[in-house]
């Protein structure tokens, strides 16, 4: 039985307001990489570029799980790619970078070991986009301590976005796991997802280690 602590009926599924700004980033840091977060470069940019579109820039595009005033998770979903982009690209990421410059990113060994293996990277496909992809212009990515799995929150998450994703006709949504995150790929195959297409992680990964991939899934949405 779940602790009172963390009942599910107890959690409220909502909007975010910007009151949720901060702890939504803890969340995102503490769940990195499948909660191996100590992996991160610099984690300040990864939170900014994970985050910061949907929690300064976006409306009605990120959800939070809350209970007596703590935020247990978060679904960030996106149905307008082209302005994620945009907004991406001349917002977040100059920002981002430049403070993570200031903070001495250049200077850290890890950054140049990670761009090393760009080239393979781009050679294994981890630019190309499946054409199955193309019905499913959505996507979504949720985020929950590692407390808060497994009681249901994760579906509450996801349905409601596509509850908003079908009132605003988007034909289908997309969702990416990594390959080896059993777990994740389960819970979405469980909500009706399945997959579209199989494309290389690019990640910070210990010398020696075989290139991580991730599997692409798509749910088409009924009218």
């Known amino acids: ?17 910007p009151r949720d700004r901060e ?3 803890a969340v995102c840091r503490l769940t990195a990489y499948g909660g191996e977060g ?3 470069i610099d984690p300040e940019l990864f939170v900014d570029l994970m985050t910061r579109y949907f929690t300064d820039f976006a409306d009605r595009c990120l959800w939070v799980a809350e209970r007596e005033g703590r935020v247990a998770g978060y679904l960030a979903g996106c149905l307008d790619e082209g302005e994620l982009h945009r907004v991406q690209v001349r917002r977040v990421i100059p920002a981002a970078l430049a403070r993570a410059v200031w903070r001495g990113l250049l200077l850290r060994r890890e950054l140049w070991r990670f761009l090393f293996g760009l080239p393979g990277f781009v050679v294994a496909g981890g630019l190309r986009v499946s054409p ?22 994760g579906s509450r998450l996801v349905e409601g976005f596509l509850d908003e994703a079908r009132s605003r006709s988007v034909p289908g949504v997309r969702a990416v796991v990594y390959e080896s995150n059993r777990p ?7 909500l009706g997802f399945h997959a579209l297409g199989r494309r290389p992680a690019f ?11 991730k599997i692409v899934y798509g749910r088409e949405l009924e009218g």
């Open 1 to 17: 039985m779940a602790s009172p602590a963390l009942d599910d009926r107890a959690t409220e599924i909502r909007l975010y307001e």
């Open 23 to 25: 702890a939504v980033r």
């Open 38 to 40: 100590a992996g991160l």
């Open 132 to 153: 199955g992809e193309d019905g499913y212009p959505g996507h979504l990515h949720v985020n929950l301590l590692r407390e808060a799995r497994g009681r249901s929150l």
């Open 203 to 213: 990640r910070p990964r210990p010398r020696g280690e075989d290139r991580e991939w």
């Open 184 to 190: 994740a790929r389960r819970f979405f195959e469980r």
